[in-house]
């Protein structure tokens, strides 16, 4: 099993940017997807970047063209660029991972974007 601690999130203005980190307790050499998602208040969780050890990406449509998920096997670290923030991103952001048709179960705490004036 790999644990993984996301962090990076905060209070930002409209317009602005921030970029999440989420740190694996071991190699993620042998992951075949790195996923970031999210939930906002009364809305389910939703998938929004993922990326393959291959680096095949898939965004969804609200973020598409602002955000960026990459990962550092080096480092054990994946990573979630996101600009040209909108108040609608707000959420608590989730990493997780999958070696199958399925995300792992193993939810961590996430952590928390807020885009607000």
């Known amino acids: 099993q790999v644990h993984l601690v996301e962090s990076g999130g905060g209070l930002v203005q409209p317009g602005g940017s921030l970029r999440l980190s989420c740190a694996a307790s071991?190699?993620?050499?042998?992951?075949?997807?790195m996923g970031w998602h999210r939930q906002a208040p009364g809305k389910q969780r939703e998938l929004v970047a993922s990326?393959?050890?291959?680096?095949?990406?898939y965004y969804a449509d609200s973020v598409k063209g602002r955000f960026t998920i990459s990962r550092d096997n080096a480092k054990n670290t994946v990573f979630l660029e996101m600009n040209s923030l909108k108040p609608e991103d707000t959420a608590v952001y989730y990493c997780?991972?999958?070696?199958?048709?399925?995300?792992?179960?193993?939810w961590g705490q996430g952590t928390q974007v807020t885009v607000s004036s």
């Open positions: 997780n991972y999958k070696t199958g048709p399925l995300w792992s179960g193993d």
């Open positions: 071991r190699s993620i050499l042998s992951i075949d997807v």
């Open positions: 990326l393959t050890y291959g680096q095949y990406t």
